[in-house]
């Protein structure tokens, strides 16, 4: 395939921040939809999202300064980007990715931008699913080798930690649903409302729940069980559901001690609270339970823990192969959270799900807290055959967009 068109442009994620958005265009001899040169025109357009509890492993996102404009990235892609794909004849979107991830020449992306380089890939990927005429998806999972399937859906409830100003300390509190997108996303629907009346209902939220950056509720509450006990009632009314917690614990540390609420947890004290919470309650999963350096905490909660829940890696992993083999040698972890920005291509992203399944982990696939309407995430989780997807709550389109789009994969798959 040759790309002839290359576009990049600055649009708002979730945050009002500014972000990339990139369209390529390439022709494909055929007399399906030909234009007038009897080729077929491809167009494809991606835009990337942003975090905000960012893991200080993660490739570069690229922002001018302060200001956080991306137009350094948009003119990477426009000039030197465009310039050294247009015209240049690619067999696969995996030869594409390596001649991207040579050209930028870092190891964290920083020259180009993880952000540009991303969207560049993402619209890539879909040009080249369009060309070989099946879905997204399918073309994702037939590059990664895997057996497609559909997500559990991880579904932000509550946020606390950097999404919400630390109102709760825990970054997300989310409810998991089992089963086929279109029994699992009404369920998940309705457990959301549910909880929003309750919360409206306490004297402390009279008037109105605020909502937090992922689309959850962000409610305020003067000790760390309250949410857990209206989560559990929660999963009580609505079988088929758990509960799973992102700790973000890079987030609560500092000095040497874990910050909740007004108290501070030695590593010991913080475990021992996983633990009886992992004893006391439906829990499926803890991500990140302790800062992204503290290795030998990992690997004692995962010794812990690890044959009942899910403990998950994020900031400790990064989406980086490398680190995900590192933290199966040291046996941190039992799981692996996939964000597609944290090491900028989706052929790394790909290498980082194969060292997952190598381990014999679970993947979850992720969104990030800045996002946009783009929907890539969605077939990755079900081309990957993810164990879940992480999009948020129901407050904001973007990531009402995701789960949408798991419903249409559904009828997709479906209908072959
Ligand atoms: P982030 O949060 O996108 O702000 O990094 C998401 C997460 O930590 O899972
Ligand atoms: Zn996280």
Redesign the pocket.
């Known amino acids: 395939m040759k790309i002839d068109r290359v576009e990049a442009t600055t649009i708002e994620d979730t945050r009002g921040r500014p972000t990339i958005e990139v369209t390529l265009e390439a022709q494909q001899g055929s007399t399906l939809h030909s234009n007038s040169q009897g080729r077929t025109l491809l167009r494809a357009t991606a835009s990337v999202p942003s975090?905000?509890?960012?893991g200080s492993h993660e490739a570069l996102e690229l922002r001018d300064s302060e200001s956080g404009s991306v137009e350094q990235a948009i003119e990477n892609v426009q000039f030197e980007i465009a310039r050294a794909i247009m015209g240049r004849e690619f067999a696969s979107a995996d030869e594409l990715d390596a001649f991207l991830i040579e050209l930028d020449g870092t190891p964290d992306k920083s020259r180009l931008g993880a952000n540009a380089l991303l969207a560049v890939s993402i619209a890539a990927q879909r040009l080249f699913a369009q060309a070989e005429g099946v879905p997204l998806w399918r073309a994702i999972a037939t590059r990664a080798g895997t057996t497609p399937k559909a997500p559990r859906l991880y579904v932000n409830v509550m946020n606390g930690g950097?999404?919400a100003d630390f109102k709760l300390p825990f970054?997300?509190y989310l409810l998991v649903v089992e089963g086929k997108t279109s029994e699992a996303l009404p369920i998940a629907h309705e457990a959301f409302k549910k909880l929003g009346e309750r919360l409206s209902s306490t004297e402390l939220e009279a008037s109105g729940v605020p909502m937090g950056d992922e689309g959850g509720y962000a409610p305020t509450f003067s000790d760390l069980q309250q949410p857990f006990k209206l989560l559990a009632e929660l999963v009580q009314e609505f079988p088929g559901t758990s509960i799973a917690i992102?700790a973000?614990a890079s987030e609560l540390y500092r000095d040497g001690a874990y910050h909740l609420l007004d108290k501070t947890y030695t590593p010991d004290e913080l475990l021992a609270l996983y633990v009886h919470a992992a004893s006391a309650l439906p829990i499926h999963s803890i991500?990140?339970p302790f800062a992204e350096n503290a290795s030998e905490d990992f690997t004692q909660i995962t010794a812990a823990l690890g044959d009942k829940i899910l403990i998950i890696g994020?900031d400790l992993t990064v989406t980086d192969p490398a680190r995900v083999k590192k933290a199966a040698e040291r046996k941190e972890i039992n799981a692996v959270?996939i964000k597609p920005n944290q090491i900028g291509t989706v052929k790394e992203t790909i290498e980082a799900v194969r060292a997952t399944y190598a381990a014999g982990f679970a993947a979850v696939a992720?969104h990030?807290?800045?996002e946009t309407s783009d929907t890539f995430i969605a077939d990755f989780a079900y081309g990957i055959g993810a164990h879940g997807l992480?999009a948020g709550g129901f407050a904001q389109s973007e990531r009402v967009a995701k789960y949408d789009r798991l419903l249409a994969i559904e009828r997709e798959a479906g209908a072959v």
Do not use: V
Not at 51 to 54: Q, V
């Open positions: 975090g905000k509890s960012t950097a999404h970054q997300e992102d973000a991500e990140d994020d959270l992720s990030r807290s800045g992480k």
